[in-house]
T-cell receptor, first 115, second 110 residues
Framework: EPEVTQTPSHQVTQMGQEVILRCVPI?????FYWYRQILGQKVEFLVS????????KSEIFDDQFSVERPDGSNFTLKIRSTKLEDSAMYFC?????????????FGPGTRLTVT | DAKTTQPNSMESNEEEPVHLPCNHS???????IHWYRQLPSQGPEYVIH???SNVNNRMASLAIAEDRKSSTLILHRATLRDAAVYYC???????????FGTGTSLTVIP
């Protein structure tokens, strides 16, 4: 069964450093998403991406964040200058269509630890 | 986005049915009701969704109230692997992302 994959599974970085989290969505999917989950808290939407541009973003997704689909398979989330509060699990998701009745497929997540 | 209300936690004995309730009194006509679950240290996983009619799939059943202001996820025989946080989410017909609440943490007792 096709699945969303994410690398690395765990990333440790120092405050102020740039990090890139990588995702490979399911191959025929067209809509891509990033969510984050701070330890012990709920899953929060960050950004959605379609047709090579951002379609929606939350207030969390500020100028420190960017997303890119550099080729036909990868979808990346970049944090330019990490802060301690960026420590969280980051989940990538994808879907073929974005209608109300379409489910999203989530990856296993990348645990980001900022020290 | 429309809000859902779920109990913080529930317990079930293994191999017994589990009924997980969700209230969504402000649901609109175009909102789909989705259920996802998150096993420990994993990403959210799709369980089931519906609009107006009850739905069944290999994982669970979804019972939707006639006025659509509440729904119930039914796991027919709970297993230890079903221990997870279950999220009830409303998604607009023209919506894009999911808004997760705090969900119900299900404990399955052997």
């Amino acid at each position: 069964e096709p699945e969303v994959t994410q690398t690395p599974s765990h990333q440790v970085t120092q405050m102020g450093q740039e990090v890139i989290l990588r995702c490979v969505p399911i191959s025929n999917h067209l809509y891509f998403y990033w969510y984050r989950q701070i330890l012990g808290q709920k899953v929060e939407f960050l950004v959605s991406f379609y047709n090579n541009e951002i379609s929606e973003k939350s207030e969390i997704f500020d100028d420190q964040f960017s997303v890119e689909r550099p080729d036909g398979s990868n979808f990346t989330l970049k944090i330019r200058s990490t802060k301690l509060e960026d420590s969280a699990m980051y989940f990538c998701a994808s879907t073929f269509r974005a209608g109300g009745g379409d489910e999203q497929y989530f990856g296993p997540g990348t645990r980001l630890t900022v020290t | 986005d429309a809000k859902t209300t779920q109990p913080n936690s529930m317990e079930s004995n293994e191999e017994e049915p589990v009924h997980l309730p969700c209230n969504h009194s402000t649901i609109s006509g175009t909102d789909y009701i989705h259920w996802y679950r998150q096993l420990p240290s994993q990403g959210p996983e799709y369980v089931i969704h519906g609009l107006t009619s009850n739905v069944n799939n290999r994982m669970a059943s979804l019972a939707i109230a006639e006025d659509r202001k509440s729904s119930t996820l039914i796991l027919h025989r709970a297993t230890l692997r079903d221990a997870a946080v279950y999220y009830c989410i409303l998604r607009r017909g023209t919506g894009n992302q999911f808004y997760f609440g705090t969900g119900t943490s299900l404990t399955v007792i052997p």
